[in-house]
């Protein structure tokens, strides 16, 4: 038998073999400074990530978790307030509302796109609802300008989660740019990732900008000078330095994942397993290349038997989850989510994969018969 190429569902080392000089030098910069927190790395990158995104302000905080509930927190948005998102998104999606003191309050999504339906939006609204939080969920911008529109018609403010989605583009547009904020997460298996935890808020508007970072960094307009009950959230000097060493590169390496996705499009051909849809007008970065297929656990094991990575994003939907209970909905509730969380399979994805991966992946999937 020929040697098994093997493909883990996820490796940053072809990335990091390649920037290897760049993010060793971004750490002897910062432990030659030694200056950790608040200094010119973190500066440096904000101003670098707002120009990629073309917005006016960017602030650096712990994680994309933070970068959510400081949104909504200096928005105003908190105790009695309701939020809507997508029934299907990672978790701090709905823990940012609920950080915030309001109400996570759940939209099924578009089982095409994966991404929360407009369409069932406007049914959740009530007098208690404060904004929408679409996510740009697998790195597909969510369907921006009728949510928008929504929002609009109702007095609502959009903040957008763009955690799995820097560089993606809507109708030409880029995410973070198309609502009042959005909040990115550099957790290091995003498409642009921290060697650690990392986030960011960007938006257009001065006043919420400084609130934000007012209070991510204990409320204090001044050292010393405590104006709200802030937390401690902010990018740190070293993770700063080596984003900065990644962002002249996330275009291309976006590019090459979407390569890849095209290739899957292309070579994959199984009536069993159910393709991602490109929606019109989005640019989808791939953070996940997310199929649906109804015996999905057995294609999981098949391509583990040939020595190929998979995973499930997410196996249990939000309202199932016993840190939800609260919510009281109960299964049969969410059922476009509920259907994915059981039939959703996350393929291999990442850049630096070999022609012979991606070509493992894909006959493994063609090979797949139930
Ligand atoms: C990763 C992620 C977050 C949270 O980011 P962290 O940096 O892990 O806190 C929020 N929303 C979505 C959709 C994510 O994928």
Redo the contacts with the bound molecule.
């Keep these: 038998m020929p040697d098994q190429v093997k493909v883990p569902f996820v490796s940053f080392l072809p990335m990091e073999h390649e920037l290897d000089q760049d993010l060793r030098a971004a750490f002897e910069r910062v432990y030659t400074a030694s200056w950790y927190i608040e200094g010119k790395e973190d500066a440096a990158f904000e101003k670098a990530f707002a120009e990629y995104c073309g917005v006016n302000y960017c602030i650096g905080c712990g994680?994309?978790?933070?970068?959510?509930t400081l949104i909504l927190k200096a928005s105003g948005i908190g105790a009695g307030d309701e939020v809507i998102l997508p029934a299907n998104?990672?978790i701090?999606?709905a823990l940012?509302v609920s950080y915030a003191g309001a109400t996570p309050v759940l939209a099924d999504p578009d089982p095409a796109t994966f991404n929360i339906d407009p369409a069932k939006i406007e049914e959740k609204i009530t007098p208690a609802t404060k904004a929408i939080l679409p996510?740009h969920?697998y790195g597909q911008p969510a369907d921006m300008d009728p949510i928008c529109e929504i929002a609009q018609r109702h007095g609502l403010q959009v903040f957008e989660?763009a955690?799995?989605a820097q560089g993606a583009r809507y109708k030409g547009r880029r995410v973070g740019t198309l609502g009042a904020a959005a909040?990115f997460?550099?957790?290091p298996g995003?498409n642009l990732g921290a060697l650690g935890?990392?986030?960011c808020v960007v938006t257009n508007d001065a006043a919420l900008a400084q609130k934000i970072r007012e209070l991510g960094n204990y409320g204090s307009d001044r050292k010393y000078h405590h104006i709200y009950m802030g937390q401690n959230s902010r990018l740190d000097e070293l993770q700063a330095a080596f984003l900065s060493a990644k962002l002249p590169h996330l275009d291309r390496m976006n590019a090459e994942r979407r390569r890849v996705a095209e290739l899957y499009r292309r070579g994959m051909h199984n009536p069993l397993v159910q393709l991602p849809a490109e929606a019109p007008g989005c640019e989808h970065v791939y953070?996940i290349f997310a199929v649906r297929c109804e015996s999905r656990d057995a294609l999981a094991a098949h391509l583990a038997a040939r020595g190929i990575g998979s995973n499930m994003h997410y196996p249990i939907p939000v309202h199932l989850q016993p840190a939800y209970e609260g919510l009281h909905l109960s299964a049969g509730s969410m059922p476009e989510a509920e259907k994915i969380s059981r039939t959703q399979l996350s393929l291999p994805l990442y850049y630096g994969m070999t022609d012979a991966q991606i070509q493992a992946v894909i006959e493994a999937v063609n090979s797949f018969d139930g």
Aim: proline share 0%; glycine share 12%; net charge negative.
């Design positions: 994680n994309g978790l933070d970068a959510l998104t990672f701090a999606t940012a996510v969920l989660d955690a799995q909040g997460s550099f957790y995003k935890d990392a986030g953070h």
